[in-house]
């Protein structure tokens, strides 16, 4: 992607603004969480239990894109993949952290396994 996000007028200095900023709306970390999760096509990302629509789904994907979280490439055929880049991969434990906070804070969570979204070995 060519856009230069380095030019986007940002809230503050305050690395936690900046952080929303970029992953701060209701979707994006869902998005992140599966990746996480393995999920890779643009399909997959669709039947997560959230519902998100295309449109939403292809912003997302996108913004990850430029701001470099995630990479897309070609896979079979005329269908693409999106990959986690190290910038993406280092929100897994923040990610984990709010899954936690959740289970401890909010009622009726679904509790994951000891090995929801561990770094593959």
């Excluded at 993949?81 to 897994?92: F, I, Q």
Aim: aromatic share 6%; hydrophobic share 35%; proline share 5%.
């Amino acid at each position: 992607m060519s856009r230069d996000v380095s030019t986007e007028k940002r809230r503050s200095e305050c690395p936690i603004a900046g952080t929303l900023d970029i992953v701060g709306d209701k979707w994006t970390l869902l998005v992140l969480r599966d990746l996480l999760d393995g999920k890779t096509r643009f399909s997959e990302f669709e039947r997560s239990p959230e519902q998100i629509t295309t449109n939403i789904l292809s912003d997302r994907l996108r913004r990850l894109e430029v701001h470099g979280l995630v990479v897309r490439r070609q896979g079979s055929g005329r269908r693409f993949e999106y990959h986690l880049e190290p910038k993406g991969e280092a929100l897994r434990d923040a990610i984990l952290a709010l899954a936690a906070w959740g289970n401890a804070h909010v009622a009726d969570t679904w509790v994951p396994p000891a090995n929801y979204l561990q770094r593959p070995d």
